[in-house]
């Protein structure tokens, strides 16, 4: 059960990588309060998502589907 939702979200993480190509996120790096006066940098950081990267996450997903449970039904 556990293999079966790890393969889940494997497969939509890699699906998610494939069709996002870029991330992008803004991180407060100064900020400073001078009285009435309040200063603050943000720098926007933007991070590339390889599509090698979700095309092995789909497929290591799928062979976490596919790959048998050990119990059998009798």
């Known amino acids: 059960m556990l293999l079966k939702l790890l393969g889940i979200l494997f497969?939509?993480?890699?699906?998610?990588?494939?069709?996002?190509?870029?991330?992008?996120?803004?991180?407060?790096t100064h900020e400073a309060d001078l009285g009435i006066i309040e200063l603050q940098v943000d720098e926007k950081e933007i991070y590339h998502v390889p599509e090698w990267l979700g095309a092995i996450s789909i497929g290591l997903g799928t062979l976490l589907l596919l790959v048998p449970t050990g119990r059998r039904r009798r």
Not at 11 to 28: C, N, P, Y
């Open 11 to 28: 497969i939509a993480a890699g699906t998610a990588g494939l069709v996002i190509d870029d991330i992008q996120f803004t991180k407060k």
